[in-house]
């Protein structure tokens, strides 16, 4: 080999070397092409959210009032707003209020629509309609509901006190008018607009199952219950977990279905956090009191979220 070739060899390792393309420079283009895909994604997180919650925090601690709006003077009146709304005595009735209707929801929601899901996972003629059928409820908007179930439950001249005074059992139980009934009522209302969607998906859930294990257990000669406990439940236990999250966050909230109902009474016995929330803002104009209730909303959401997830977490582990 000449000395002019190996010099030429020699030159191409060099200009190969010098070419070859850094790792780190590798790994930052990546690293920029990912936040480049989430970048959006956080935006939209901080200004639609991320902003309004720490402006509600904020307002929580001033003396918030119509004229703020246009002077733009909103003091800050330290721990005031929050002093002043625990020691009503209508925020204490509207937390148990929240509970009770929050507990009594989900309860009513899982059990019918789980029930409901079981039943649809086989197959029989019309099951597809009828599943269908189910899905309205949860189609029609919150108010409307609200508006339509109004009509059915009034006491003088609602359906459903007219069906039960044709078959001879009273039909005049103030369904909405009575402190007793009204809670119950607006539960049970919520019940009927929540099931189609613990149904629909639980019924997903149940898609997903391997069919083989149902037929091992028939095989052993396990019961339907046992069948449904050791195998059905467990395999479910990640979509409870969605269904039972999701629907408190939507229950726990609840405003305009109470409003469309009862209007928060009769003398406050529908009063929950969320309608709290809106009498305190947009009726009484108190508005940092209003963030306060808001706040308090938002804090019970987030530790139900966190101690469920991190139990269920534990479980799984």
Known sequence: MTTSTVTAVASAETSGEAAAPDPGRQRLRRRLAQWGFVAPAVVFMLLFFGYPLVRNIVMSFQHYTPKTFFTGEAPFNGTDNWASVFQDVLFGKALWHTLVFTV?????????????AVFFNRRFPLNGVLRSLILLPWLVPMVVSGIVWRRILDQDTGVLNTFLDTLG???QTPWLTSPDMALLSVILVNIWIGIPFNMVILYGGLQEIPKELYEASALDGASAWRTFRSITLPMLKPVITVVLVLGFMSTVKILDLILALTDGGPADATQTLGTLTYQNSFVELDFGAGA???NVLIIVSAVFAVFYLRANRTEGK
């Open 104 to 116: 009594g929801s989900l309860l009513g929601q899982f059990c019918i629509g789980l029930a409901l």
């Open 169 to 171: 059992l009273g039909g």
């Open 292 to 294: 306060v209730v808001g």
